[in-house]
């Protein structure tokens, strides 16, 4: 039997042989990816490489059209609590079932099954419907297409794995009938009407098979539309979602009825009903974007709705066959650009860790400028405090990193070392002491660089003698911070991390009765720079409500796979000169040559104020326009992160800042803003807007989708009427007031115009 695999969704299918496949399940990135979806990240699961286990391409796109049957079917079985429970119930009938393979699915709470077909069944789905009666189970009757896709897991996924079905020739590979010229003899075991179910025009959604946007067959479209649109409709609801994707369609199909007809989905529903749908989604509004469902869709299958297509035609490459994609980033700014300092480091760092070593520089400065401080666009004043983590496999060259603290903090460290000595010669004195009525007074030294693997206690005793300066923690691993918090102690660090990412830091202490333990409350500033893998940063940042998350900078170097080692440039000595001026004066601000606290450091920043609330504002009607909860979310956070960033950027520039300056600093502000939208709405995004939508009432989902309905200028009556066709009850003021506050549309007499389409 034969069947193809993709690398990832973005890719062309290609042959798939035993060893590939067995390689593949073994891959040490395939475990560390799975283990992060398995987390709830589950942005990340098209990153997986997906078997077609239903057929073979021949090389060509994936579609029914050039299928070439396996001679095996899938089937999904989704919300299994416990997989392995599953298994046990027909663990013995594997072979009298005809199961080759049996695995938990990549979110680890559903089983997949692969069978062989049964001569007497005609289609995929009466196969799936078979298999599902004699398991007892309601399975996902949505994949009974010959070109869908199974996410592959690893090898610790499988319950059962019969390598034969690489070998076994029970059930002959059909030619698709469509090539008429390449027929083979069929095996008179595999009835005719499963070689007819390739042929288009029969496909589970729609006949669109053999028609393409820009090289993507439609069906996967339109497929991929059913899903995020909240899948197969119910019977009552299908005109409205028939509706809705007609609607998304019509901005790829030049909004002709006829082609929309041809590609869009059924659902059951007669020509007639279907054709009526297509001429009024048509005649819809047009708008100047695509619709964030769709441009979604498309982005994801490989095209950039903004440009040209990025999925390209492939051949089998072992190399492509291991390799894990790599998120978007956003493009680094020139180097003349970036404040002196950040700029140094940034320069001599390899192209994949530019991005990274700036955002490094981050807390490792405002630790250093502790006394900096601005006023904020909401009036909070506005400390330099930073959590930055960068995310990537082992043996990714992450450690080089570290290079930025080591040759910041090495005046700091030395005077720490100062202090601990004192501490320990004060234990020493105090022991040989102990019987002496007078005892020696306890030292309370400045020690601000402290291990992340640190007490509560201790942590809250070093920010009291700080004395209103923050600290510093830096961790090579990620998993020091959750491991060596055992017993409910993640807790209370977690919470002074949040804490301490507030405007000017927030109070936190403990009161206990005991002396034995240190009993304080201060406000806390606290940064750190941690670097870890994706499995541990899952483990350290489980949940996405907590408000750690939004709080941090998150930094995924790209793939270092199949790359030579990253080697970073030695610092010349006007970089060494410049980077310690700049530490130099970062330090002047925060402490005498006594070592006194000095006063606060204030800086008058409204001129980049303006251009940050601009930019939120941009953010905000995008989110409003796609109903994007995450967007909105994170961008708050974002802006005040780049706002500090940019603190620090005005600082390092000097105490004169000229226009061009200003014009550097604004725009290294909103390049680290937008990194971190850019990072935690890829990471979360999913998971942030479903429990939106519990929490918003199922209407205000709907107002995209009937926004788009609107003409540029529309009556109440107008909206009323829209909101009827899409089962919208919700008040109509309600409607105009929402869209009216987010300044969406504007009133003029008795109409409505859109101020943004």
């Known amino acids: 039997m034969t069947f193809d695999y993709c690398p990832n969704c973005t890719k062309l299918p290609v042959a798939l042989s035993r060893e590939q496949f067995e390689q593949l399940i073994r891959e040490p990135w395939l475990s560390r990816l799975s283990e992060e979806i398995a987390a709830g990240n589950l942005d990340r699961k098209r990153e997986l490489p997906a ?12 579609s029914n059209k050039n299928a070439q049957p396996s001679g095996l079917f899938a089937l999904d079985i989704d919300h299994v609590e416990k997989p392995e429970v599953l298994f046990y119930t027909f663990e013995d009938r594997i072979d009298e079932l005809g199961i080759y393979v049996v695995h938990k699915t990549p979110s680890t709470h559903g089983l997949r099954i692969v069978a062989h077909c049964r001569p007497e069944f005609s289609t995929i789905a009466d196969n799936q419907a078979w298999l599902a009666s004699q398991l007892n189970v309601e399975h996902d009757a949505c994949t009974r297409d010959f070109a869908r896709l199974s996410f592959l897991v690893p090898e610790g996924y499988f319950y059962h794995y019969n390598p034969k079905i690489f070998s076994d020739n029970a059930v002959t590979i059909l030619t698709n009938p469509d090539l008429a010229n390449q027929i083979q003899p069929q095996p008179q075991h595999l009835s005719q009407p499963l070689l007819e179910q390739a042929k288009p025009g029969d496909s589970a959604h729609s006949p669109s098979d053999g028609m393409s946007f820009r090289g993507i067959p439609y069906s996967e479209i339109v497929n991929e539309l059913i899903e995020r649109t909240g899948g197969q409709p119910f019977e009552g609801e299908r005109n409205n979602r028939l509706y809705l994707i007609c609607r998304l369609l019509a901005n790829i199909t030049d909004r002709q009825p006829d082609r929309l ?37 498309l982005r994801d299958l490989g095209i950039d709705p903004n440009g040209n297509n990025t999925r390209e035609k492939v051949t089998f490459d072992k190399d492509a066959a291991t390799a894990a994609a790599t998120p978007a980033t956003i493009e680094m700014i020139k180097s003349s650009h970036l404040p002196p300092l950040i700029r140094e480091f940034v320069d001599t760092a390899p192209d994949d860790f530019k991005t990274a070593t700036a955002m490094a520089c981050l807390p490792v400065c405002g630790f250093l400028g502790s006394r900096l401080r601005s006023r904020y666009i909401d009036g909070e004043m506005q400390a330099p405090s930073f959590i930055v983590n960068i995310i990537a496999p082992a043996a990714s060259g992450k450690g080089s990193l570290l290079r930025v603290p080591d040759i910041c903090l090495e005046k700091i460290r030395a005077k720490d070392d100062e202090g601990r000595m004192k501490e320990m010669e004060y234990q020493r004195q105090t022991k040989l002491n102990k019987n002496q009525k007078k005892q020696v007074d306890e030292p309370q030294p400045i020690v601000r660089d402290i291990p992340a693997k640190v007490s509560v206690a201790q942590l809250l005793k070093r920010m009291v003698q700080a004395q209103g300066l923050h600290l510093i923690s830096i961790s090579p691993e990620a ?107 970062l330090m002047d601000i925060c402490q005498d040559a006594d070592g006194n606290v000095l006063p606060e450091y204030h800086l008058n920043l409204e001129w980049l104020n303006k251009s940050m609330a601009e930019w939120i504002g941009n953010q905000q009607l995008t989110a409003v326009r796609d109903e994007d909860h995450a967007r909105d979310q994170f961008m708050r956070r974002a802006a005040l992160i780049g706002f500090r960033a940019g603190m620090l950027a005005a600082f390092l520039w000097g105490i004169r ?48 989708s009937l926004f788009e309905a609107m003409n540029d200028v529309f009556t109440l009556g107008d909206l009323q009427k829209a909101a009827r066709a899409q089962s919208i009850v919700s008040p109509l003021k309600n409607i105009i007031f929402r869209w009216s506050d987010n300044h969406l549309i504007e009133k003029q007499g008795d109409t409505f115009v859109k101020l943004m389409k």
């Open 479 to 585: 998993d020091t911070l959750t491991n060596s918090n055992k017993s409910g102690a993640w807790a209370q660090k977690s919470d002074i991390y949040r804490v301490a990412q507030d405007a000017d830091g927030g109070r936190y202490g403990q009161d206990y009765k005991s002396d034995v333990s240190f009993s304080a409350t201060c406000k806390m500033r606290y940064n750190l720079l941690t670097l870890g893998t994706p499995g541990a940063f899952a483990r350290a940042y489980p949940d996405v409500e907590d408000g750690l998350i939004t709080r941090c900078i998150m930094v995924e170097l790209p793939s270092q796979f199949g790359k030579p080692m990253p080697i970073r440039k030695p610092l010349t000595t006007r970089q060494m000169n410049t980077i310690n001026d700049r530490i130099e004066a």
């Open 261 to 297: 007809f041809k590609v869009c989905p059924r659902f059951g529903l007669s020509d007639q009903e279907v054709r009526t749908c297509c001429e009024s989604a048509c005649k819809s509004a047009r708008t100047e974007r695509l619709p964030y469902v769709l441009y979604k869709v």
């Open 51 to 62: 078997v077609c286990w239903q057929a073979a391409f021949g090389g060509e796109k994936r």
């Open 657 to 704: 800042l000229n226009k061009e300056h200003k014009e550097y600093t604004t725009e290294f502000a909103i390049w680290v803003a937008e990194n971190i939208l850019n990072a935690l709405h890829g990471r979360y995004s999913t998971k942030v807007n479903e429990q939106a939508q519990l929490y918003e009432a199922p209407v205000a989902r709907r107002y995209p």
